[in-house]
T-cell receptor, first 116, second 114 residues
Framework: AQKITQTQPGMFVQEKEAVTLDCTYD???????LFWYKQPSSGEMIFLIY??????QNATEGRYSLNFQKARKSANLVISASQLGDSAMYFC?????????????FGKGTKLSVKP | DVKVTQSSRYLVKRTGEKVFLECVQD?????MFWYRQDPGLGLRLIYF???????EKGDIPEGYSVSREKKERFSLILESASTNQTSMYLC?????????????FGPGTRLTVT
């Protein structure tokens, strides 16, 4: 069964606007971690933000924030004030009880295109 | 900064060839991973290793093997390359434990099998 679901294959956003990329997850482990990565066209995977299941507050890193709704099992990425350089693939990933060696389960990704 | 390097960015091989993809990390990480990335499928785990000479199968190990003789190096081997192994291959590493330990990725190897 798929553990990470990203329902938006592609999205467009106007430059300087905010955008939300959806991610839902499935786990029975009370202890887990959620990650977002960015992959520009050059191919490298860039770590953006992390949320632990026991964290009381939503994670933020600069223009990135994670809207963590535990009861809904969702971990949406919010990018504020979009820039042209934000155009990339974005992957949500989770580490749960099966990931004691740091294994991550990745979603299929969302391709974000920022329009000038 | 953590650095993960992969031996080639682009590689073209013929069907039936034995292919080696090398990955090296310089941060003394215990855990290393090989993923395959295909459009619309995201990243799928092929194999991972949590220590020298230790390996575990991921979700799609068929047709692949791995080797980890030194802590910093993790090799992916295609014993007899096939066209359905044409893909982007990503190596990653992380320290051991279950904390906020993100995986650090190499630049990827785009393999084409003809």
């Amino acid at each position: 069964a798929q553990k990470i679901t990203q329902t938006q294959p592609g999205m467009f956003v106007q430059e300087k606007e905010a955008v939300t990329l959806d991610c839902t997850y499935d786990t029975s482990d009370p202890s887990y971690g959620l990650f977002w990565y960015k992959q520009p066209s050059s191919g490298e995977m860039i770590f953006l933000i992390y949320q632990g299941s026991y964290d009381q507050q939503n994670a933020t890193e600069g223009r990135y924030s994670l809207n963590f709704q535990k009861a809904r099992k969702s971990a949406n990425l919010v990018i504020s004030a979009s820039q042209l350089g934000d155009s990339a693939m974005y992957f949500c990933a989770m580490r749960d009880h099966g990931g004691s060696q740091g294994n991550l389960n990745f979603g299929k990704g969302t391709k974000l295109s920022v329009k000038p | 900064d953590v650095k993960v390097t992969q031996s080639s960015r682009y590689l073209v091989k013929r069907t039936g060839e034995k292919v080696f993809l090398e990955c090296v990390q310089d941060m003394d990480h215990e855990n290393m991973f090989w993923y395959r990335q295909d459009p619309g499928l995201g990243l799928r785990l092929i194999y991972f290793s949590y220590d020298v000479k230790m390996k575990e199968k991921g979700d799609i190990p068929e047709g692949y093997s791995v080797s980890r003789e030194k802590k910093e190096r993790f090799s992916l081997i295609l014993e007899s390359a096939s066209t359905n192994q044409t893909s982007m291959y990503l190596c990653a590493s992380t320290i051991s434990g279950r904390g906020t330990y993100e995986q650090y990725f190499g630049p990827g190897t785009r393999l084409t099998v003809t």
